[in-house]
């Protein structure tokens, strides 16, 4: 069946650094993918999206590129603020299944100055 | 945006016992809603989808008479987890979806704890 994996977390890192989440799908057909983030004590948000192979979506410095060949969206951003400490989903959609989002585990992210 | 809401935000109750989880849209009306649970460490696993004036419908594994899901107006949907039981403890989080939003998007509410005693 369909299925987002993400890396482990926590990530920690200080702020400024480079951030890389690593996602990766399994899909039978063209999924749509996302990456949402969810502060504390918020709902998820939706941070981005791509809608087809070579897409980049990008938003609030965070950017990812749906890479076909490898299944893959991994989530950058080239410095971090204390600000993004937060948990991320990625999560995709196949085309003509009424919405339905299938999520990865999550990746906590905790930024420190 | 579009604002999502839920009530209670955390809710404890004796085994036996019903507990309703409401799921609002506050600035936009819903035809479609979602219901998911996240265990601790887990995704987010759907559980039905809620369409204003029709029968919910649940996905594989779900028991329909334990989560009673109705979607009476087009900004409220609620869940009902009957006779609870410690193994229904979870995070219950709905969804929204805005109708005719660009790539369909879905607003999330900040989710409810349930701990079954």
């Known amino acids: 069946g369909d299925s987002v994996t993400q890396m482990e977390g926590p990530v920690t890192l200080s702020e400024e650094a480079f951030l890389t989440i690593n996602c990766t799908y399994t899909?039978?057909?063209?999924?749509?993918l996302f990456w949402y983030v969810q502060y504390p004590g918020e709902g998820l948000q939706l941070l981005l999206k791509?809608?087809?192979?070579?897409d980049k979506g990008s938003n609030k410095g965070f950017e990812a590129t749906y890479r076909k060949e490898t299944t893959s969206f991994h989530l950058e951003k080239g410095s971090v603020q204390v600000s993004d400490s937060a948990v991320y989903f990625c999560?995709?959609?196949?085309?003509?299944?009424?919405?339905?989002?299938?999520f990865g585990t999550g990746t906590r992210l905790q930024v420190t100055l | 945006g579009a604002v999502v809401s839920q009530h209670p935000s955390w809710v404890i109750c004796k085994s036996g016992t019903s507990v309703k989880i409401e799921c609002r849209s506050l600035?936009?009306?819903?035809?479609?809603m979602f219901w998911y649970r996240q265990f601790p460490k887990q995704s987010l696993m759907l559980m039905a989808t809620?369409?204003?004036?029709?029968?919910?419908?649940?996905e594989q594994g779900v028991e329909k008479d334990k989560f009673l899901i109705n979607h009476a107006s087009l900004t409220l949907s609620t869940l009902t987890v009957t006779s609870a039981h410690p193994e229904d403890s979870s995070f219950y989080i709905c969804?929204?979806?805005?109708?005719?939003?660009?790539?369909?998007?879905?607003?999330f509410g900040p989710g409810t704890r349930l701990t079954v005693l």
């Open positions: 969804s929204a979806r805005v109708p005719g939003g660009a790539g369909d998007t879905q607003y």
């Open positions: 899909a039978t057909g063209y999924p749509s």
């Open positions: 791509a809608t087809k192979a070579d």
């Open positions: 999560a995709l959609r196949l085309t003509g299944t009424a919405s339905k989002l299938t």
């Open positions: 600035d936009f009306q819903a035809t479609t």
């Open positions: 809620s369409n204003e004036g029709s029968k919910a419908t649940y």
